[in-house]
């Protein structure tokens, strides 16, 4: 039973996917990579908790509690919470970036907005290093959640399923698909978190048995010292990240500003689902379960606490999070490669080799997946050290006007590299997140270096909050000139 509902939802999503092409006659780049920038409010909404609440959320974040304690969720809550206020205001501005300069991916906008084609190359370069570990990522939970479902099927077989399904997706009809498919996605992981949860709460006995001091252990409950400092400096960081570093993509769908602050509005609600994780995996602990991988603990909790339908339920709500996720960043890569590694080429050559960089992508992680796995927190961690090196740079655009091509390339460099070494190293930090240390290294390189030559002229556009705002609806259509660009 497991089994068959789970496959059935994989069925449906693709059928989904194939769907969302009705009505399109011509997919041509803009549409393929930023869905010609018309997506509405609603569609949009979808497509960003789509990407927020991925894999991680069911399968990496009682993971990371069971494993890891308090500090853990404490942290992970806590910069998706302060990130949303920060993208209602910093979003529109990525969107009008992306207006004015005719951009699908950050490359684009960096390497317009300072005039500078070896900064595009570095900063597509960093991003491909960054957006690796993060499909390996997806391709981990993917494992998890069909090792769970008890079938014989070996970790190959795992990937080799993900992969596939995510390139469907994106051969389709590019962003589209994964747009619609959240809207499966979202609604069958709402309700398996809120059934895993509500389930783990009455078989243990309720919230008072789930979470009693005698069998939950102290470390899971409380934070000083070193975990109090990584988790509050993990916030700040990851905060300022979650916009500047991952969410472009989606936000270059958006047909407006007034659409991009609109479904920001509404993405919070979505939080409400992590008190039920949190149950599961404090359950495991009243239950005495002792999991040799930690990223198999809600699965775990869920086939004992579930019928076996609603376990599948629950598998198709996680696994459809883990390939909808993968599909979006392959497709962002698919993107880098086309446009700026592979420069000059026609509209629709473009579209091939995106689709050809998608395919590549996907083996790539999936094999990394297979000979590299790892606790899927530490993977994302890694993420978000190397995505959070955009963040001086766009700083820079979005606010500052003297700001050099050459010193925003050195500061990305430096801390592409530092982030590295420290991930590799590990060094003691005093609970310090090594992210933040290295974009204030990024940091201090772009200002200080660009302040040391500042008498000489310039070669970069105005800053983006001095631009004025594109009309609502100016880029609603695939091969319409933004008006910005007029």
């Known amino acids: 039973m497991i089994a068959t509902v789970f496959f059935v ?49 069911m399968i990496g974040f009682p993971a990371g509690i069971y494993a890891k304690g308090a500090s853990y969720g404490v942290w992970f809550l806590g910069y998706i919470l302060l990130a949303y206020p920060l993208g209602y205001y910093v ?128 470390t899971q409950v409380t934070m000083s010292g070193s975990p109090m400092v990584f988790a509050l400096t993990t916030i700040v960081f990851q905060a300022v990240t979650f916009y500047l570093g991952f969410s472009a993509g989606y936000i270059f769908t958006a047909r407006s500003e007034r659409a991009i602050k609109s479904s920001t ?104 997946t297979l000979t590299a796995s790892s606790l899927m927190l530490t993977v994302l961690n890694l993420t978000y050290y190397l995505l959070g090196q955009l963040i001086p740079g766009w700083f820079a655009l979005l606010f500052f006007r003297r700001v050099r091509a050459w010193a925003v390339a050195t500061g990305m460099i430096a801390g592409v590299a530092a982030s590295l070494v420290l991930y590799v190293v590990e060094p003691d930090l005093g609970g310090v997140n090594a992210g933040l240390l290295t974009v204030v290294l990024n940091a201090a390189l772009t200002f200080g270096l660009s302040a040391l030559v500042r008498s000489r002229p310039c070669a970069t556009e105005p800053p983006l909050v001095s631009v004025p705002a594109p009309r609502p609806g100016a880029a609603d259509t695939p091969d319409e000139e933004p008006a910005a660009l007029r």
């Open 91 to 218: 979003a529109p501005l990525i969107w009008r970036a992306g207006v004015r300069y005719d951009a699908m991916t950050i490359p684009d906008v960096f390497g317009r907005h300072f005039r500078s084609r070896g900064l595009e190359l570095i900063t597509a370069l960093a991003l491909l290093v960054a957006l690796v570990p993060w499909g390996q990522y997806q391709f981990i939970g993917m494992q998890v959640v069909l090792t769970a479902l008890g079938l014989p099927i070996t970790p190959l077989q795992a990937v080799i399923l993900a992969g596939v399904m995510a390139f469907l997706y994106v051969a389709v009809s590019g962003v589209r698909s994964p747009a619609f498919v959240s809207i499966l996605k979202d609604g069958l992981m709402v309700v398996g978190v809120v059934a895993a949860g509500v389930a783990a709460l009455v078989a243990g006995g309720g919230i008072e048995a789930v979470t009693d001091p005698a069998a939950v252990p102290h």
């Open 9 to 57: 939802i994989m069925v449906l999503s693709v059928l989904v996917a194939f769907s969302a092409r009705r009505g399109i006659r011509k997919v041509s780049i803009s549409e393929y990579l930023v869905g010609g920038r018309s997506f509405p409010p609603w569609l949009l909404y979808f497509l960003a908790v789509g990407e927020v609440y991925s894999i991680g959320t």
């Open 265 to 368: 509005v509404w993405m919070p609600s979505y939080m409400l689902m992590y008190p039920f994780l949190v149950a599961t995996a404090y359950f495991a602990y009243v239950a005495g379960k002792h999991v040799a991988d930690p990223n198999t603990v809600f699965m775990e909790v869920v086939r004992d606490v579930l019928p076996d339908w609603l376990v599948g339920v629950v598998a198709g709500g996680a696994g459809l999070s883990g390939v909808l996720v993968l599909a979006v960043t392959a497709l962002s890569i698919g993107g880098i490669v086309s446009r700026n590694l592979a420069p000059n080429l026609r509209p629709e050559a473009q579209r091939r080799w995106t689709t050809l960089a998608v395919a590549v992508f996907l083996v790539a992680a999936a094999v990394l």
